[in-house]
């Protein structure tokens, strides 16, 4: 005899799924999540709070990334939903360049508004596995935002 009352079901019942469909539910999320991590994205960070006579960053990041020869791509302002050079989302300014020297290569910039704090991610858009292209050019961006910053500013990691 069960203590559950007519009429009345149980709460965990709404989520019980066949054996099958709760494996394949776990496939699929595995799947999802293998995808999401295998983008491998080289990271550097860079503390601009002591410059002196710091403008406006996406203007100077601008710059720098067209004298090394990076193309600025528009990316979709959430709030418009327009194409914009610069997007601002969650306290951040984001910009998006990609190499014209190997247009695989994408560097996506962060920007946070209240302290000027920058994130770059450089990265293979078909998501292979880091090469010597993009170990050159993860150098050459280091390098560039040591001498613009101070290489005390400047932290990075590549996978």
Known sequence: MSNRQPGRRSSA?????????????VICLLAIMTACATQQAATLKVDPRHVAGAQYSPEELNRMMTILGYQRLRVKDPVTEQSVAVAEKQGEYRMLF????????????????????????LYNI????PGDSSLHLYEQ???????????????GSFP
């Not at 247009?103 to 770059?120: E, Y």
């Not at 078909?126 to 596995?129: E, K, L, V």
């Open 13 to 25: 019942a709404f989520f019980q799924l066949p054996r099958a469909g709760t494996q394949a539910f």
């Open 98 to 121: 990609q190499s014209l020297e190997d247009n695989n290569i994408r560097v996506d910039i962060h920007i946070v508004k209240a302290d000027g704090r920058i994130a770059l991610y």
């Open 126 to 129: 078909n998501n292979s596995p």
């Open 141 to 155: 961006l280091r390098q560039r935002l040591q001498f613009e910053y101070g290489a005390e500013h400047v932290s």
